[in-house]
């Protein structure tokens, strides 16, 4: 089955371990917090148990999405090369003494 990840949560750290779980089941990164890819319904339900332990219980929103295969025909993708998914690095802010 197709499978949509989406997620927000505010936690980078967290984040990144959100994303790299996506990425260790072999889906696809389609936007910076947005994965999809063909998950069996067993790894379906240990990627989602796998979120779950990541996210404990900080504030999140995490969504898994599956969708049969008709309907996954009948998407429309609109997508130009070149784009870049890879997320910017957190760069530290500095603060002023003043």
């Known amino acids: 089955m197709h499978c949509f990840v989406l997620y927000d949560i505010q936690d ?24 999809r890819g063909q998950l069996t319904a067993t790894l379906r339900n240990e990627l989602t148990a796998r979120l779950r332990r990541i996210v404990g219980k ?4 995490v969504q898994v999405i599956g969708i049969c295969d008709k309907d996954w025909q009948e998407r429309v993708e609109i997508a130009n090369p070149g784009l870049n998914l890879t997320p910017p690095t957190q760069q530290p802010t500095e ?4």
């Open 95 to 98: 603060l002023d003494d003043d």
């Open 58 to 61: 900080a504030p999140a929103n």
């Open 12 to 35: 980078d750290k967290k984040r990144i371990k959100l994303a790299d779980a996506c990425l260790d089941y072999g889906l696809d990164r389609v936007q910076y917090s947005a994965f």
